[in-house]
Structure formats: structure tokens, C-alpha cells
């Protein structure tokens, strides 16, 4: 498992991302498995970020998000299994928002 807490490119904290896989492939090439997305923020950052909190928000109610590994990246999908996003290094894209990623991993 790999835990990252979720920020907007000018460092509000609006939750965390972890990321499962299916099989112990250690997030090689072809990899696959399940992401959870939690939105926890503060009532200021909610408001400074309420376009990317409402992506985030929403996507904490589903429980059917699928992830992919594409070469140097992850592919994010939804609950139907459309693409929505993507996670390259420290950065993470979904449904047109860019945000920033720590890394938690180890941490917690």
C-alpha cells in the first residue's frame, strides 16, 4: 500500500490518496489495483480550493476506483472504469485539477 495526503498546487491540504495493489507486483509496469481517496480539509482550504475539494469529495464516496501503471505513471479510473486522471512522481491530475502529493508511505 502507498498513502500520499493530497494538496492544491499552493499547498492547501485537502485529504489523502492510498493506492492498493492486486497482487504484490510491487507497482511495476502493467501493474493494477484499487485507490481510496479521503477529503479532509479545513473549513479555510475548503474554500480556497472548492472546485478541487468537490472532485475530491466526491470520489470519497465511491469504493470501486481502479488504478493502472503505464510506464513512468498511474492511470487513475472511476467507478465505471473511465480514465479521470493521473499520478506521475508528486503530481496528481484528476477530472481536469492538478494537485500535489507527499508521500505518507512508511510514515504512518
Given amino acids: 500500500m502507498l498513502y500520499f495526503s493530497i494538496n492544491s498546487p499552493d499547498n492547501h491540504h485537502l485529504g489523502f490518496l492510498v493506492l492498493m495493489d492486486n497482487d504484490d507486483s510491487t507497482y511495476t509496469n502493467g501493474a493494477s489495483g484499487y485507490y481510496a ?3 479532509q480539509a479545513d473549513e479555510a482550504d ?3 480550493c472548492s472546485v478541487q475539494w468537490q472532485i ?3 470520489l470519497s464516496q465511491h469504493d ?3 488504478w493502472y501503471r503505464q510506464s513512468d505513471y ?3 479510473c472511476d467507478a465505471e472504469n473511465n480514465i479521470i486522471g493521473r499520478l506521475q512522481q508528486q503530481y496528481l491530475s484528476l477530472c481536469g485539477q ?3 502529493l507527499n508521500d505518507l508511505t512508511g510514515t504512518l
Fill in 46 to 48: 475548503i474554500q480556497a
Fill in 37 to 39: 481517496v479521503k477529503a
Fill in 64 to 66: 470501486s476506483l481502479s
Fill in 56 to 58: 475530491l469529495q466526491q
Fill in 74 to 76: 498511474v492511470q487513475l
Fill in 98 to 100: 492538478h494537485f500535489l
